[in-house]
């Protein structure tokens, strides 16, 4: 039994320096909601995603919410889309993403995926276009490029705009290069696994100024946070740090479950969303969570090439191993996980737990995640996609995130082979 955790979700990209700034930010309640964090954040990521585009010029408006999920419905209220109206997304996302379509009133279209890149089957995508199809949004999943050429393809002959879904990963100078510059609109989250994290927060990359004009006025009209949000928020990693060392003895475990009975940790799905409702409400993006995102977005080379490299160490695992490795993939993704299929995942994963390491994620077991989602109040029925409900019972992911070091992972690598 290891003592430091080795995990998917207890603050993943909580590091010594983000949780220096989130002490900081702490003790200065009064720039908690509004500050000049929020507008560098902005300039930063459409920096970021200018660089990214080169030549082509295609620069984009940036607007800043509390969450992807409220970014991604008030784009869809931006686009005038709404009732009668459909969207297509792929079978195996996060429940919030199909949440955000019904709140705008739409209805999401589920369409099976490939297995080898985990994202939208464009063939499948061709089947599912009706007349009512008024936007196609591809998911990045984990970091694994969609295949972008041909859902653009597909959109400009049906002109319909693509959502790029980019809360698994954010490019850099290295890549992967064609992630972020192909859809009308990107959607990117930087919520507490995400590529960076600012514990909370959500973008829309806008590359129509129509569209931006609406943006504009839903992110000017969006409330604050309560103060108490905000707090649960800067402290989330704070209390991680503090119980991680200590997750292999039961001191660690009853601290997590102590502050999670006084509700001073934040839940990221609640039980509404998990029934398939959420908030009409929009909320700013707190300057104290910009402040952290923005850090991230500082370090962003460096976090993604830390992906990057156990990204290759897990590749050359399984050639050394002859585990199969998902087509998708290549050596200079910066995975924000590296996914496998394999047999008895579960099992796996339970007697893994045992050993203090926890690969969990919640993207096992369900077709719209997590797994105590129920898939018939979104629309979908068992059966509808078949490849993504193979996949979600066959894969087991590896963490790639800043706090797992080269180290864990081949400690990780060791168990997994002993136990195998
Ligand atoms: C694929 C995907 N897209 C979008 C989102 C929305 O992000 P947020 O949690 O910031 O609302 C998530 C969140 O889990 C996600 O997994």
Known sequence: MILRPIHHTFAPLADGRFCARALMLLLQPWTWRRGPAVQE?????????AHLSGDSGVSADV????????GLMALLQSMNIGHGDEIIVQAYTCVVVPNAIIAAGATPIFVDIVKETLSLDPQEVRKAITPKTKAIICQHTFG?????????????????????????VIPDDEGPSEIGKTGEFVLLSFGRDKAISGVT???????RTDVSNRLKRLEDGARDLSLLSIKRFLLYPLIYALARPFYGLWIGKAFLKLCSLLRILPSIVTSEEKSGHQSPALNRLPNACAALALDQLKRLRQ??????????????????????VLHGIRSDLPLQKFPMFLE??????????KKNIHLHDGWTGCVICPESVDPASLGYRDG?????????EQILCLPTHPN?????????????TQQN
């Open 344 to 353: 008895g995942a579960e099992k796996i994963r339970q007697s893994l737990k």
């Open 201 to 207: 927060g959500g973008a829309i990359l806008s590359r």
């Open 63 to 70: 607007f800043l919410f509390s969450s992807g999920r409220e």
């Open 303 to 324: 976090i993604n090439d830390h992906r990057r490299m156990l990204t290759r160490f897990y590749l050359e695992q399984c050639a050394e191993h002859g585990w199969p």
């Open 404 to 416: 797992m070091r080269f180290s864990d992972g081949s400690t990780l690598i060791r168990i997994f």
């Open 384 to 392: 509808d996609d078949p490849r993504a409900e193979e996949v979600c």
């Open 144 to 168: 694994i490029p969609a295949p972008l050429e041909e859902l653009r393809a597909i959109c400009d002959e049906h002109r319909i705009p693509l959502i790029e879904d980019c809360a698994h």
């Open 41 to 49: 954040f902005r300039n930063a990521l459409r920096e970021n995603f």
